[in-house]
């Protein structure tokens, strides 16, 4: 069965900090890693990586992907309180063509 | 460029009623995708229609259903209503065809179901 984990469940950080997020997956015929923000509503599409590498958003937000250890890391430097949100990863099957999520990671930033 | 909606936003239902929720994805995306979000399981896929079929399903009973029409819009609907039931459930867009993209969904704001 597809697999999503990511880790720290929750952290609080100051702004200003720099946060890592971390996703190590096990996903049956994986296509691509995707990274989305979900505040109040909607989850928010950030990152899509399919390839081993880095990928940048902001000069804030990147995400490194590494395929031969099945993970991914999303960092955040510079945080702001408009980063507080539930980080989400999935991990995307082009067999069955659909997303497996892992539970997130609750980020808060604090003045 | 309107994003998926998705209604009703918020309802309440008793236990062993159904209901039915609807999606409209982004116009000219013909992929369709369904997943319940709770407190404990997170995020979990439900099912995906690509061109009025299904495609793939999740690990839900079969009181969980759902259709697409010609025109992309999707109704999912859950009978027998249960507590557990209760969850936001959120419809995905996405421009490729099923098997073939790399998975770019674009959710909705998900329709929020109070089971009691």
């Known amino acids: 069965e597809d697999k999503v984990v990511q880790s720290p469940l929750s952290l609080v950080v100051h702004e200003g900090d720099t946060v890592t997020l971390n996703c190590s997956y096990e996903?049956?015929?994986?296509?691509?890693l995707l990274w989305y923000k979900q505040e109040k509503k909607a989850p928010t599409f950030l990152f899509m990586l399919?390839?081993?590498?880095i990928e940048k958003k902001s000069e804030r937000l990147s995400s490194i992907l590494d395929k031969k250890e099945l993970s991914s890391i999303l960092n955040i430097t510079a945080t702001q309180t408009g980063d507080s949100a539930i980080y989400l990863c999935?991990?995307?099957?082009?067999?069955?063509?659909?997303?497996?999520f892992g539970t997130g990671t609750r980020l808060q930033v604090t003045l | 460029k309107a994003g998926v909606t998705q209604t009703p936003r918020y309802l309440i239902k008793t236990r062993g009623q159904q209901v039915t929720l609807s999606c409209s994805p982004i116009?000219?995306?013909?992929?369709v995708s369904w997943y319940q979000q709770t407190p404990g399981q997170g995020l979990q896929f439900l099912f995906e229609?690509?061109?009025?079929?299904?495609?793939n399903k999740g690990n839900f009973p079969g009181r969980f259903s759902g259709r697409q029409f010609s025109n992309s819009r999707s109704e999912m609907n859950v009978s027998t209503l249960e507590l557990g039931d209760s969850a936001l459930y959120l419809c995905?867009?996405?421009?490729?065809?099923?098997?073939?993209?790399?998975?770019?969904?674009?959710f909705g704001e998900g329709s929020r179901l109070t089971v009691l």
């Open positions: 995905a867009s996405s421009f490729k065809q099923a098997g073939v993209g790399t998975g770019e969904l674009f």
């Open positions: 996903v049956t015929n994986f296509r691509s």
């Open positions: 399919t390839s081993s590498g």
């Open positions: 999935a991990g995307y099957t082009g067999t069955a063509s659909k997303l497996t």
């Open positions: 116009s000219g995306h013909r992929s």
């Open positions: 229609y690509f061109s009025e079929t299904q495609r």
